[in-house]
């Protein structure tokens, strides 16, 4: 992104940070920007999402931020797992950030809600879903548009879910348990 590499990693086996360096290797800055999956194949999943100058992740125990792409400065976080009382599946959370016009998209799965949106410039919740309950998968969510309505497709380890971009209705849902052998 403008001459510029992003790397997401693990420091001290505890924290994901990314690192940004120039196009000869040279280490411009370093950022911790969340805490790191501990358990089963532990190691960073988020592949970052660039928009604006602006750097969107989801951390190992899903923490959801948005850097600053020039300096690697926290612009905003939420801690989406907890405040929404997400569920991790077996091996934790493989999901790199959606961006819509207005919004950063992130999975929590549980009871609470399946997923959020954040205001991508300041980080303040825009909506939640309902919950169809599940954790979530290990994908990341899209974005398609279909007679001039923006949806989110995204997914649970239950369901795959269409959801209105604007306002986080619930449009339709396939239920992929169905389609789970033993």
């Keep these: 992104y403008k001459g510029i590499i992003y ?3 693990i420091k001290k086996d505890t924290m994901d940070m990314i690192s940004a360096y120039d196009s000869s290797g ?3 800055w370093d950022k911790v920007y969340g805490r790191a999956w501990p358990n089963t194949y532990p190691d960073t999943r988020s592949t970052p999402t660039i928009q604006n ?3 969107y992740l989801i951390g190992g125990m899903g923490t959801i931020c948005c850097l600053d792409a020039k300096t690697g400065n926290m612009i905003w976080s939420q801690d989406a797992h907890n405040q929404f009382k997400g569920e991790y599946h077996r091996w934790g959370i493989a999901e790199s950030v959606l961006l819509t016009d207005q919004a950063a998209i992130c999975v929590t799965g549980g009871k609470v809600t399946s997923v959020v949106a954040y205001d991508k410039i300041t980080g303040k919740l825009l909506w939640k879903t309902k919950s169809l309950g599940g ?3 290990y994908a990341s969510s899209s974005l398609i ?3 001039g309505l923006k949806i989110i497709l995204a997914q649970t380890v239950n369901d795959l879910i269409g959801i209105n971009s604007i306002n986080g209705e619930i449009i339709w849902n396939f239920n992929l348990m169905q389609f789970h052998l033993g």
Excluded: F, M, S, Y
């Design 145 to 147: 548009e279909r007679n």
């Design 135 to 137: 954790p979530r998968a």
């Design 26 to 28: 040279k280490l411009i």
């Design 53 to 55: 100058d602006k750097i």
């Design 7 to 9: 790397i997401t990693g």
